[in-house]
């Protein structure tokens, strides 16, 4: 089993920034690659950003790409998402999520096995 725990999310104004954490704990060695997805009300889950553990392979939703930024510290088991530019539609709740198996598609949330609750980011315009 992995835990995870999302924190740095809150209120903002729109061209603001966040940055947030997802620690991971248990059996955090196990895990290939960390995801952020975010859920706002109403609407479907939608990937965000992604990193490999192994290399450190990044991928990003086109909507995010060129604000925000993945990076991981594999000695804390954390990863971040910086978030720049935030704009108003950035707002939701925000998911970090690991995936076991290094096969399989880092975009797709269906593919990832652990889950944290979420944190809430409020972008206002």
């Known amino acids: 089993q992995v835990q995870l725990v999302e924190s740095g999310g809150g209120l903002v104004q729109a061209g603001g920034s966040l940055r947030l954490s997802c620690a991971a704990s248990?059996?955090?060695?196990?895990?290939?690659?960390m995801g952020w997805f975010r859920q706002a009300p109403g609407k479907e889950r939608d990937f965000v950003a992604a990193?490999?553990?192994?290399?450190?392979?990044?991928y990003y939703a086109d909507s995010v790409k060129g604000r925000f930024t993945i990076s991981r510290d594999n000695a804390k088991n954390t990863v971040y998402l910086q978030m720049n530019s935030l704009k108003p539609e950035d707002t939701a709740v925000y998911y970090c999520?690991?995936?076991?198996?290094?096969?399989?598609?880092?975009?797709?949330?269906?593919?990832?096995?652990?889950w944290g609750r979420g944190t809430q980011v409020t972008v206002s315009s």
């Open positions: 248990g059996r955090a060695f196990s895990v290939s690659a």
């Open positions: 990193i490999r553990w192994s290399g450190g392979s990044t």
């Open positions: 999520a690991a995936d076991r198996d290094v096969r399989r598609s880092v975009v797709a949330s269906i593919n990832y096995d652990y």
